[in-house]
């Protein structure tokens, strides 16, 4: 498929997924613990009267929960394919390389010694503990020969996921803050407001507009580091930035939603399968297919026992490890 053939193929995609975006977010807001008419809906979002309980259901809590599950899961998918495209590795996404976790562990720690921070500073905490241990994942795959090779780096992930998920589980008991963490360790969109949608917009625009000028650079960088050089590419410039951009987008996720996995893993293999490689296709087509799939996993999860409500990450998972085994089979054949 040329060029001109793929840029529409993008575009159709990106429309109708932009359409399904809206349709899920409108089912968001019409279903839950207590069901609204759509009519009642509309009211509320273009003729709000705060003196109807129904639309400050939908004003307060449903509306803001809907737009920071689209923007949680597009930041998600977006940092996946960041991490796909710096290391190369087709299993590479926030939960499995240690970042959601390090993220994790720098809230508890804030949180058990500075029980009263703002939305703010937890997304400052949780930035600098992803930064972290980014930062320790690359030193541990690196330690043994200097080479840090696709398995070295997974495997690293998932030993730092593990070690900075037990001290997590440490402190938080031993400082009594087991309960206020529990929302974080399942990944939940439960307690979503206003100023958790302003934090992941303001965080999100400045990782999308770094992704965005990015875009070229990571496609060469996918095919290896020493073509981009070849063309000129500063890639130790293009890595740092495309990590300060995973941090933005990760960090502000789990900030105000906890992990949340498979997300980041599952939804740039479907871009990469419809678009191709260029990344300048498949970041925006991952951005729209992560919101479609997490608002759309959040819905799954208040209907699955109602009326209580399942934790979305708990739905994500149940879609993404199969896939990822699927993928583990794929590479183990590849590699036979």
């Not at 600098?128 to 690359?138: D, I, N, P, Y």
Request: without cysteine; aromatic residues 8%; proline residues 4%.
């Amino acid at each position: 498929m040329g060029a001109a053939g793929r840029r529409a193929r993008t575009g159709w995609i990106l429309l109708v997924g932009i359409i399904g975006i809206l349709l899920a977010l409108a089912v968001s807001l019409v279903y839950g613990t207590k069901d609204l008419q759509l009519s009642t809906v509309w009211q509320a979002l273009f003729a709000y009267d705060p003196d109807i309980k129904a639309h400050q259901i939908v004003q307060d809590i449903r509306f803001p929960r809907s737009l920071a599950a689209a923007l949680i899961g597009a930041y998600l998918a977006l940092s996946g394919a960041i991490m796909q495209a710096l290391t190369r590795n087709p299993l590479a996404e926030p939960s499995l390389l240690g970042v959601s976790h390090g993220a994790a562990f720098a809230l508890v720690v804030t949180i058990a010694f500075v029980p009263d921070i703002s939305i703010v500073g937890a997304t400052v905490s949780s930035m600098t503990g992803a930064g972290l241990a980014v930062l320790f994942v690359f030193v541990l795959a690196s330690a043994s020969n200097g080479n840090v090779t696709p398995v070295k780096l997974s495997l690293a992930g998932i030993a730092t996921g593990m070690f900075l998920s037990s001290l997590t589980s440490s402190i938080a008991l031993h400082f009594d803050v087991s309960k206020e963490m529990g929302f974080w360790y399942a990944g939940g969109l439960a307690n979503m407001d206003w100023r958790a949608v302003k934090v992941l917009a303001v965080a999100g625009l400045f990782g999308i507009l770094i992704v965005t000028a990015l875009a070229r650079a990571l496609t060469l960088l996918h095919l290896g580091a020493d073509v981009t050089k070849g063309l000129g590419i500063h890639v130790q410039a293009v890595k740092t930035l495309a990590v300060l951009a995973v941090l933005l987008l990760t960090g502000s996720s789990v900030a105000v939603s906890g992990a949340i996995g498979f997300v980041g893993l599952v939804v740039p293999h479907i871009s990469r399968m419809l678009v191709g490689l260029n990344y300048r296709f498949s970041l925006p087509v991952s951005a729209v297919l992560g919101s479609l799939l997490l608002v759309l996993a959040d819905v799954g999860a208040r209907m699955i026992n109602p009326p209580f409500e399942t934790p979305v990450g708990v739905v994500t998972a149940l879609i993404g490890v199969p896939f990822f085994l699927y993928l583990v089979r794929n590479e183990k054949g590849r590699t036979a």
